[in-house]
Each structure stands twice: as C-alpha cells, then as structure tokens.
C-alpha cells in the first residue's frame, strides 16, 4: 500500500497529520470499532451507506483485494464493474494517503531467494530455533534470539529484561547450545579471524512497570572505573506497554538511543499507554479504545493475500458470526465468548461448526438449530469478508496515529525521532521501528533502510 513517510516531515507536518487521522477515524468510527463476529447480530452490512452496499455487494475477494485494498497482483490492472460513490473512493484515497508507509527499500528480502526458510545472511548456529520471519528481523534490527545474537554474533554487552523466571532459563539454555555450536564451529574453520569478542547475554527477571523507571534496566554492565556507560534500548516487538516503558527510559542522561518496534497496541494501558504526547491529548477524538488498537494489529498484506487466493478460509469470519446468532439466542447476556480454534473450518458444515463452537463455549451443542437461518447467513460470505476488509483498510490508520503520537512525544521532550519500514510487511507485519537519538544522525538513518547495510 502507498502511503506518506514519517521521515522528513517537520513538527507541523506530523501535527497535521493527526489532526487528520483522529478527524478521518472519527468520520468512521462505526466501522473501526465495530466487531466482525456480530455481523448478523448487530446487522453491519446495514451500517452502510446504500451506495456502498450496491458497489461492494457481489465483489469477490480477489476483487475486494484489488478494488478496495488497493493491491493488484503483478501486472495487474484494476478494473470496476461499476461506478463507484466518490464518498467510498475518498475514503480508499484517504485511507492510502494517511498511513505511514509499510513498504521498505526492497521488495523480496534477498536473503531468502534461495531457501525460503533459511536467511542467507546468518550462519546455521544463529538460524536454530529461529523461524524465517525472526531471522529477517534480527538481521535487520540486529527477544530472546536478539539479544542472543548482538552479543553472541556482534559482541555487545547485551541485557535482557524479561519478566517469566521460565523464559529466561529456556533463553539461558540456547546461550549455551549456540555458545557451544560456535566454539566447535570455530574448531573446524580455525583459520576464520572473529572479528569481535564474546559475550553471553546478561538476563535478568524482573517485570518492568509502565509508569516507573526500572533502575536494573539502568544499570551498565562494564563496571569498570574508565567505562562511561552509554546504553541503547532495544525492542523486537515490544508487546504492549513495553514500547512505551523504552521510550520513557529514554530520557534518561545514560541512554543515548532507542530502536523499537513495537506490537499488541491492544494491551496498552489505558490510560497511561495511549496517548503519550500532549499534542494528540489535545486533540478532540483522540480516542482509541480496545477495539480499534487491536484492529490496528491486523496483517493487511497476508489478509490481502488470502483474498487474492480465495481460499476457503475465508469463511472463518462468517461462520463466527452466525454462530454468534446462536449463542445470543441460546443465551443473551453472553456476548462475544472467545472460542477456541476449531480445526479446519473450511471443511464442516455450518450447522456443525455451530455445534462445536457451542460446545466450546459451555453450552449445549445438541440446540435446536435453524439450518435454513444458517444457511441464508453462509450466503452473505461475501459481504462479511468486504465489511472486515473495509474495517482493514482504515486499521493502518489507527497503528499510523499510535506511532505518530510516539514521535511527537520524542520531540518533546527535545529529543530527536524517526519511523523507519525497515522489515518485509509479507514477513512481518509491524515492521515501522521507531529510532531515537539525542543528537541528529543525519544520514546514518538512511542506512537502516538499505537491505545491504
């Protein structure tokens, strides 16, 4: 998707844009903050402007893809089978010239054209244990696995903060598999020169409040009388309040720079998490509510994928939401229960995916059911698959505003900030990383956005 840069736009330029956003997410709230499992329930499609209904009522995904999302496949020309309303084209134009850009320097990482599942740009030891979406982040940005290797494969002196005694044994664990993979590596290639010295990473458990600064965090880990301690704060999808504790820290005179990327904007403490700048605060209709930050997590490049496919995975989102008829039925005060994975939807009935997902969530599966009520809701699949997809258009909105409101909290407090698509949105869908600096860096950021840096 197209979208505007964060770099190179000046304080006024990046007030204005959430002006924008809070005014456009305002507009269309309804939308955004609307659940896709109560389609039928709360009748969605009827929601919309009739004009909307007539243009997106019959699309198939693949059209929806193209059409609305705005991604053709390669080569591709996107054709309307009819006038679209110019309210429903603004808002597609809006939608695309608002959000921060996703798209890097580069389009397929080269480090996995040859094995798709292994990246050519790190050795086998520090690929175990590794999918190929963590591989590419760690190359990039380069928990668990980073701080293993900056200081295993960079020798930094690394400290990890990790809140489950749990984790920190297994990461303590692969240290030393990966420490020892090295050293018998390093024992058949003798002639290889390592270039940096070794460190293990330092773990440590602690859990890191939000709202407080965490003196352990603080603490270097070269105690010597010569060393002047200077730390960089790093995230690799910094879940939730996490991001925001980084950026509070950053204020501090020891460090001197953050790299963040952050993620679950819906685990965000509300308030205290969002928003954190005193511009957004001010502005009328800044407010994200639980439904919008998790919208704001969604993949929209895999989602547009699907679509291209038209998979019969997609129904997954109709099937919920008719049995949401059912459960509501049954039981009224229950409202939206989290129901368990069900395997392989595609392949069940309607009626027997109703009966499992009631069972799932404590009630009988043998109910009455109305086959032929279930039945008319299977029909309207499509039109459950457009309302989620135009809710998925305006979602990199939200996630744009969230960092936006990051920036600007940098920049006041006098500090220096920039956001930077630096991962393959196809690998990894919160890819924005927000850099910050105490002093200009000129063109050094430029080389954070080059692939071969």
């Given at each position: ?9 000046s304080?006024?330029?990046?007030r ?24 039928f329930t ?15 009522d ?5 059209q ?5 999302l705005?991604m ?7 054709r309307y089978?009819?006038v679209w309303?110019?309210s429903?084209l ?9 959000a ?7 389009q397929t990482p080269?480090e ?11 050795t ?13 982040e ?9 701080s293993?290797f900056m ?26 598999e990966?420490?020892?993979?090295l050293e018998k ?7 290889v ?5 070794r ?20 603490l270097?880990?070269?105690t010597s ?6 730390l960089?704060?790093?995230g ?6 996490l991001?925001?504790?980084?950026l ?6 020891q460090?001197?720079a ?6 679950c ?22 407010e ?7 919208g ?10 699907r679509?291209q ?5 997609l129904r ?6 008719a049995l949401?008829?059912v ?9 939206r ?13 309607i009626?027997?995916y ?17 086959v032929?009520a279930?039945?008319a809701?299977?029909a ?5 698959v ?16 969230i ?6 909290y940098?920049?006041e ?5 920039e956001?930077?698509p ?5 690998l ?19 080389l954070?956005e080059m692939?071969?840096?």
């Open positions: 998707m197209p979208g505007v840069s964060a770099r190179g736009l304080l006024e330029q990046r204005q844009l959430a002006v924008n956003l809070t005014r456009v997410l305002a507009r269309y709230r309804s939308i955004v903050d609307a659940y896709i499992i109560e389609f709360d009748n969605l499609w009827g929601t919309l402007p009739c004009s909307w209904q007539e243009a997106l019959g699309l198939n995904p693949p929806l893809a193209t059409q609305l705005g053709p496949g390669e080569g591709e020309v996107v089978r009819s309303p110019l429903l603004a808002l597609k134009s809006t939608a695309c010239a608002l921060f850009t996703r798209t890097p320097g580069f080269s996995f054209l040859e094995n798709p599942s292994q990246s050519s740009r790190l086998a030891p520090f690929r175990k244990h590794v999918r190929p979406k963590k591989q590419h760690i190359r990039r940005l380069g928990e668990g696995h980073l293993r200081s295993l494969g960079l020798g930094l002196l690394v400290k990890s903060i990790e809140g489950d005694q749990r984790l920190v044994q297994r990461a303590q664990r692969l240290d030393q990966l420490l020892q993979a590596e390093e024992k058949r290639h003798p002639q020169v390592r270039a940096s010295p460190y293990s990473p330092h773990h440590v458990v602690r859990w890191v409040e939000p709202t407080a600064l965490c003196e352990e965090l603080l270097p880990l070269d009388p010569q060393s002047r301690a200077r960089l704060l790093t690799l999808h910094a879940c939730g309040d991001s925001v504790t980084l509070r820290h950053f204020s501090c005179p460090v001197v953050l790299a963040s990327v952050g993620c904007y819906m685990k965000l403490s509300d308030p205290g998490g969002y928003p954190l700048s005193q511009w957004v605060a001010g502005l009328p209709g800044h994200l509510p639980y439904r919008l930050r998790e704001a997590c969604h993949a929209l490049e895999e989602y547009a994928e679509l496919k038209s998979g019969p995975g997954t989102h109709c099937y919920r939401a949401e008829t459960i509501r039925g049954a039981q009224p005060e229950l409202r229960p989290g129901v368990q994975g069900i395997p392989r939807v595609h392949e069940l009935k009626e027997e109703v009966r499992r997902g009631l069972r799932r969530v404590g009630l009988d599966p043998q109910l009455p059911l109305n032929a279930l039945q809701h299977q309207q699949e499509n039109r459950v457009a309302f989620f997809s135009l809710a998925l258009l305006l979602a990199p909105l939200v996630e744009t505003l960092l936006l409101d990051r920036l600007l940098v920049q407090q006098g500090f220096y900030a956001l930077l630096i991962f393959s949105p196809a990894s869908p919160r890819n924005l990383v927000l850099v910050a600096t105490k002093r200009p860096l000129g063109e050094a950021l430029s954070l692939e071969d840096s």
